[in-house]
């Protein structure tokens, strides 16, 4: 694949139009010069993409489709515009529709007009020249999407079944018509079902920036140990100090490479405040020698007291807020050292 990604994201397909050299490595053939500078610049009349793809791309249980597209026309303008399509027989697709057609958005998923989406229900979140983001999310039976960060469809019913196309349209019909005019500077598939926490994330681009947001993101691996004041530097927002036991040396967890052994008879850790609302907290340690996701206190509250945990920790963070699937599955790869 010629753009990144982590392994979280699940993505079969991504391009970000970054320049040509990228699409075409990417399998992309430009029809009529478009320009391509983070972003391909399309003039809604003879431009478009097309690539050659496996048939694994869309052949999935679970999908999403996440196009960012800047559009030269509003909601209710009198064009027919297809944002992507794939070939004939084995389509999936979305068009906003022209005048006649009610304005309406089409979203097809294997081969099947699943949803059709009214101007009333997309049109308030629809911008015009500026950056939009669509994400199609789901299974055969039950798909919602998504506009701006703005649901505009939920658990639509329409059944349709996998398809395996190897032909990709951007900025047109497979039957070369009705174009797109404006920008697409993105369009990705993945193998995994979004939901509200990860499109929000996608949207205001802080996905993988949630250790910016951590109250806490104490890796014992980085831990200073001096005999007289052992801790572990606090790589969170806040940057505090957490110290082990009372800070000065006594009745504190041993260093055991990457982690500290807690004896289970007086080691502890000092904490900050515990979390309150929506919070996530998040454990490595030897128990189980993967991250846990926790949404009560209860292994927190045992490290912070005498003699309460027995074991090896290797991590520990806090979050004012729900971390998001794909965040959580991102943070446990990153624990496991799976990059």
């Known amino acids: 694949m010629t753009y990144p990604s982590r392994p979280a994201e699940a993505v079969t397909f991504r391009e970000l139009f970054t320049n040509p050299a990228t699409l075409h490595a990417n399998g992309g ?21 097309t690539y050659t793809i496996s048939s694994r791309t869309f052949y999935r249980k679970q999908i999403a489709i996440v196009t960012e597209f ?5 909601y209710d303008g009198d064009i027919n515009a297809y944002l992507y399509d794939a070939q004939s027989g084995k389509r999936y697709y979305v068009i906003k529709c022209d005048n006649s057609a009610n304005n309406e958005l089409y979203i097809g998923l294997g081969n099947v007009l699943v949803s059709i989406v009214a101007p009333a229900t997309f049109g308030p979140y629809w911008r015009q020249g500026q950056r939009n983001v669509l994400v199609v999310t789901g299974e055969p039976g039950d798909v919602d999407v998504w506009l701006n960060g ?20 951007i900025g047109t019909w497979n039957l070369i018509n009705y174009r797109f005019d404006g920008v697409i500077t993105g369009f990705s598939v993945h193998s995994r079902r979004l939901t509200q926490a990860d ?24 831990a200073i140990v001096d005999g007289s004041n052992d801790r572990t530097p606090d790589k969170s927002r806040r940057g505090k100090t957490v110290l082990l036991g009372d800070g000065a040396g006594t009745g504190t967890p041993v260093f055991s490479d990457p982690g500290f052994l807690f004896d289970g008879s007086s080691d502890y850790m000092t904490l900050p405040t515990a979390p309150t609302g929506n919070f996530t907290v998040v454990t490595k340690r030897s ?9 009560d206190l209860t292994t927190r509250n045992k490290i912070k007291t005498a003699g309460q945990f027995d074991g090896t920790l290797e991590f520990l963070g806090e979050w004012p807020f729900l971390l998001s699937p794909i965040q959580r599955d991102d943070l446990e790869y990153r624990l496991r050292g799976i990059r």
């Open 29 to 49: 053939v430009l029809t009529g010069t478009p320009l391509v500078q983070n972003g391909v610049h399309l003039d809604g009349s003879t431009q478009y993409v």
């Open 287 to 295: 128990e189980d020698l993967v991250p846990v996701f926790e949404n």
């Open 199 to 222: 499109v929000d994330g996608i949207q205001d681009h802080s996905l993988f920036t949630y250790q910016n947001s951590a109250d806490l993101w104490a890796d014992m691996a980085t």
């Open 150 to 169: 703005t649901q505009i469809v939920t658990g639509d019913s329409t059944s349709w079944s996998l398809k395996d196309p190897t032909t990709l349209y």
């Open 70 to 74: 800047y559009p030269d026309f509003d």
